[in-house]
């Protein structure tokens, strides 16, 4: 369980000047609590995130009743991120429903605690593929040519990250394409189902007020992949974000000089030479809106594909 923290009162601008709503936010990997321990959420800055779920209906909601009734001005929680590819999200979302062993004061608190929820966020975290299109994802029309993509963001085990409300870099020619395996709807639709379920009115009625939540994509690459067969390591430094990129440079080279690529040499020098100069790699995430992957190409059987061109992500820049 992770924890970030907001200031709404920072404001950053672009380099040609233009406004950004900008925040800085802690992030915290992650957060084990006993029963002598109080884990304290301020309501306006604070997001929870979720990546798995291991306990039952109940004590889940009770944890999020809690959390409100610890708050003096009662509010309790009003952002949290679940972890999109992980199965036991879907089975736990799809289970998160009035249930006849908690009681109903119980229910209704925790229903008026996501009606007063203001963000639901989705982590995608890929696999070290999504920056170095080789592999099984030469089928999946990742790239048009094999090579090396630094646009992905490389979510770390970091405390600190500054929220953009665009990428910066220049990105453009490098969102044709990515392949994201799992469809991240399939989350949003399990969480849309709870809210149902807890009696929230679907939206698309004319005249109905559902949630007044804002969902969002947060899509990187999972910095705790391992690279060729070396132990898996954590980027949390700048050091371990150093070893992390010269680890891809390596096995870049390996495939395109020393492997089945090798015909392709001038491919490797000239990614690294461009790499420098033009794009550097970020520790952080895109944040994608609600209905980004409303539609999908399925490139393999279990694959799904989706084309970035004309959009403009924001992005999540953590300081290591």
């Known amino acids: ?97 009035p249930d006849h062993d908690i009681p109903r004061d119980a229910q209704d608190t925790f229903k008026a605690c996501v009606a007063r929820l203001q963000s639901v966020w989705f982590v995608h975290l890929l696999s070290r593929d999504s920056r170095i299109s080789h592999g099984l994802l030469t089928s999946t029309r990742n790239r048009s040519i094999m090579g090396y993509n630094r646009s992905i963001p490389i979510f770390p085990h970091a405390v600190e990250f500054e929220l953009l409300g665009s990428d910066p870099r220049p990105i453009e020619s490098s969102l044709e394409g990515q392949t994201v395996w799992q469809d991240p709807k399939t989350a949003v639709q399990a969480w849309v189902k709870l809210e149902r379920k807890l009696g929230f009115p679907n939206k698309k009625r004319k005249g109905s007020k559902g949630p007044s939540r804002e969902i969002s994509h947060l899509l990187a690459m999972a910095a705790r992949n391992g690279y060729t067969r070396r132990a898996p390591f954590e980027v949390n430094s700048e050091q ?40 550097l790699s970020a520790a952080g995430f895109w944040v994608f809106p609600l209905g980004t992957f409303k539609t999908v190409d399925k490139s393999l059987e279990t694959a799904v594909y989706k084309d970035f061109s004309g959009l403009q992500p924001g992005i999540g820049l953590f300081k290591l």
């Open 1 to 97: 369980m992770g924890v970030s923290s907001v200031n709404p009162e920072a404001i950053h601008r672009s380099p040609q000047g233009e406004p950004w709503c900008a925040a800085w936010r802690y992030f915290r990997l992650p957060v084990r609590l006993d029963n002598s321990k109080t884990l304290w959420i301020a309501p306006e800055s604070d997001h929870l995130f979720l990546p798995k779920f291991g306990v039952k209906t109940g004590v889940f909601v009770n944890f999020i009743n809690d959390l409100k009734a610890n708050d003096p001005n009662r509010v309790g929680l009003l952002h949290i991120a679940f972890d999109s590819l992980c199965a036991k999200t879907l089975t736990f979302l799809k289970a998160l429903a």
């Open 240 to 279: 371990t974000m150093d070893d992390c990129l010269q680890l891809e440079l390596d096995t870049l080279k390996s495939y395109f000089i020393d492997g089945v690529g090798s015909l392709w040499p001038h491919l490797y020098h000239q990614e690294v030479e461009e790499g420098k100069e033009y794009l």
